[in-house]
């Protein structure tokens, strides 16, 4: 025999399966020849042949060495053996096997592309290449495959994206493992996503209740927010607050909502809108946050009344003004908007002596312009107040007043004028005075103020301009020297007055002077004046009594024209009819003695004005007169009544 048989004997073979073997050889002859063959006691395998009493199986005993013993029939026997190997050979009867049925990771959130998840490993009992295995994914959904890769040869399985916890915090997949013949076996894998904080808090503004009143009480809801953060743990643990300095504060709600309600009065003339910035901040480490910034609109409510630029206001108006002069324009704001804030202007009253304030001046509703209703006179008004009040258009309105106080300004548009009554005719000085002798004081006054009222006097006539003088501001006429014999007894001096206004006005005084020692003296001279007063009356009465005579004969031709007029209409009367026509008429016709002619007693009136240069008149009285005097003054018309009868 051969020192080694060698077999192959596949695993796949059937029981009972007969392999011949190489047979020995003996020289021997006879009983001495071979007899018989023997082997190694082995349950897989039998003899006469070589049989196959089981299946093989290569990954229990891949391989077998059995001795098959020669024996002949000599005596002693003598053997042989030969070493039978038996190699089985593989077949793919085995699947890949998982070292574990359900693979588990924990990775954190946010890893780096290629970061190593987990490994797993398959092993397959078979040789060669049915022993050799890969893998690969299931059946699982494009979204693991784009997050995670597994390495065919090694087994190892990474990231190849970024992984969410937010998104998704658990992968359950399957994998398999696949021989080089064709098996396969499966595992689960699942992957736990660990969260980090990497999520700010989230911001949502549900509801804005803009614009808010300014009136609205504290605790008005005026916004609804939802803050949410998609971490977990405490890294989702949320709390807000508020930055700003808006009257606003943040309350909690359950279930992440939170109401932004108003703290404090709005006041929109402070702030017409409150920005307030809502600040979310989670407990992760370290903690992140977001913030919203609001922006809340405050609506106008009428809580301001007009305010003037100035509680009081002065204006000065020369006087002799036009009608509709601007006097002053007033000015008043109202912090409110839109309606509430539009001023009109309006008279509240006012005060100005006896003329009242109502007339003078008026104001324009949307401009607060004064404007003078009238030319101002400074004599009868020289100062008065009115009140302005603003109102605004919200409803209710509100007002305020202000009080303008107008101050008319003099121009001299009047002259100077005499004061006092009649002055007496003349002045007496005796012929001894001496220089510096008082004479007479010229007394005027000017309705006029200040310079316009500031008066001096000038003599701008004298019969001797030498002897007399008056004082500029006193209006004193003295003697400017000692009265000489040479002096006419009868002097007449002609004062101005004048102001001090531009242009000046002025006005003259006439004063007649008598030199004169004693009374007894001065009486010549006084008569003359009466004499020539008298005849100017005498004058006067001649012509009063020819116009009264013509008015009655004119009255008396009238009425007996109409008496006339109406006999000739009815007819004559029958006692006209019974006297002749010569009964009228009669020649030669006499009066009795003691007939008396006249007429009936009769008055009038008669108004002179101040042209007139004579100062008195006197009427020659008749039967029963009764006298008038007419006397001139310097300003002023002049009425009197005459009364006279005669006989």
Same mark, same amino acid.
């Given at each position: ?22 047979? +020995? ?59 039978? &190997? ?5 077949? *793919?009867? *085995? ?23 987990? !490994?797993? !490993? ?77 999520? /700010? ?33 405490? *890294? ?55 913030? !919203? ?38 000015? /008043?704001r109202d912090a409110d908007a839109g309606a509430n804030g539009r001023v009109s202007y309006w008279l509240a009253g006012g005060s100005a002596g006896a003329a009242g304030a109502a007339p003078l001046v008026s104001v324009e509703a949307r401009s607060g312009a004064l404007y ?47 004061? $006092? ?13 001496? +220089? ?14 200040? &310079? ?18 008056? $004082? ?49 003296? /001065? ?12 005849? /100017? ?24 024209l109409a008496v006339l007029a109406r006999l000739r209409r009815a007819g004559p009367p029958a006692v006209l009819r019974c006297l002749g026509a010569q009964r009228f008429s009669l020649p030669g016709a006499a009066f009795p003695a003691d007939f008396c002619e006249g007429t ?21 009285? $008749?039967? *029963? ?21 005669? !006989?």
């Open positions: 025999l051969k020192a080694a048989l060698d077999l192959e004997i596949g695993e796949w073979t059937l029981p009972g399966a007969r392999f011949p073997l190489e047979m +020995a050889q003996d020289a021997d002859a006879g009983s001495n020849s071979l007899l018989t063959y023997q082997l190694t006691s082995n349950p897989s395998f039998s003899l006469p042949e070589l049989v196959l009493e089981r299946a093989l199986d290569r990954e229990k005993q891949s391989s077998f060495e059995l001795v098959l013993t020669a024996v002949d029939g000599g005596d002693p026997a003598r053997s042989g053996t030969v070493q039978v &190997r038996i190699n089985v050979t593989d077949a *793919n009867d *085995n699947p890949p096997v998982f070292s574990k049925s359900l693979y588990e990771a924990r990775v954190a959130e946010n890893l780096p592309a290629g970061s190593l998840v987990l !490994r797993v !490993r398959a092993t397959d009992a078979d040789a060669g290449t049915n022993g050799r295995v890969s893998y690969s994914f299931g059946r699982v959904p494009d979204s693991v495959r784009a997050l995670f890769t597994v390495d065919s040869e090694s087994g190892e399985m990474r990231t190849a994206g970024p992984l969410d916890f937010e998104e998704k915090s658990k992968y359950i997949f399957g994998l398999e493992a696949r021989d080089g013949g064709g098996l396969v076996s499966h595992c689960k894998v699942q992957i736990d996503v660990t969260d980090e904080n990497d999520n /700010a808090p989230e911001i949502t503004i549900l509801s804005l209740s803009s614009p808010v009143p300014e009136d609205a009480p504290a605790g008005t809801v005026v916004a609804l927010l939802n803050v949410n953060d998609p971490d977990s743990g405490e *890294n989702g643990q949320v709390s807000c607050e508020l930055s700003g300095e808006a009257p606003l504060s943040i309350v909690a709600s359950p279930g992440g909502s939170y109401k932004v309600v108003t703290s404090g009065a709005l006041d929109r003339e402070q702030a017409s809108e409150q920005r307030v910035t809502v600040v979310a901040r989670d407990r992760g480490r370290p903690a992140l946050w977001s913030s !919203r910034e609001l922006v809340l609109e405050v609506s106008d409510v009428n809580d301001n009344a007009p305010v003037f630029e100035e509680a009081a206001y002065s204006a000065y108006v020369a006087e002799n003004n036009a009608a509709g002069a601007l006097v002053l324009r007033v000015q /008043a003078a209703q009238r030319s101002l006179d400074y004599e009868q008004c020289r100062e008065f107040t009115v009140a302005v009040r603003a109102q605004d258009g919200g409803s209710p309105a509100r007002s305020s007043t202000a009080t303008v106080r107008v101050f008319v300004l003099d121009r001299n548009d009047n002259a100077p004028r005499a004061a $006092g009554g009649a002055a007496p005719p003349f002045e007496v000085v005796p012929r001894s005075a001496e +220089a510096g002798y008082l004479v007479a004081k010229v007394v005027a006054v000017d309705a006029d103020a200040g &310079r316009n009222a500031w008066l001096s006097y000038e003599l701008v006539q004298a019969s001797e301009p030498a002897l007399f003088r008056v $004082g500029l501001h006193s209006g004193e006429v003295r003697t400017a020297r000692a009265v000489a014999e040479r002096d006419a007894a009868k002097q007449r001096l002609v004062a101005l007055v004048k102001d001090h206004g531009q242009p000046a006005l002025s006005a003259t005084a006439t004063l007649h002077v008598l030199l004169a020692d004693s009374l007894r003296e /001065a009486l010549p001279e006084l008569s003359e004046r009466p004499a020539a007063a008298e005849a /100017a009356a005498a004058e006067l009465q001649f012509y009063l009594v020819l116009a009264l005579a013509l008015l009655s004969a004119l009255l008396v031709l009238s009425v007996a009936l007693p009769y008055s009038y009136n008669l108004c002179f004005s101040k042209r007139h240069l004579f100062s008195s008149t006197c009427f020659l009285p $008749g039967v *029963n007169a009764y006298s008038s005097s007419i006397s001139s003054r310097s300003s002023g018309s002049f009425s009197f009544f005459l009364g006279n009868s005669f !006989r």
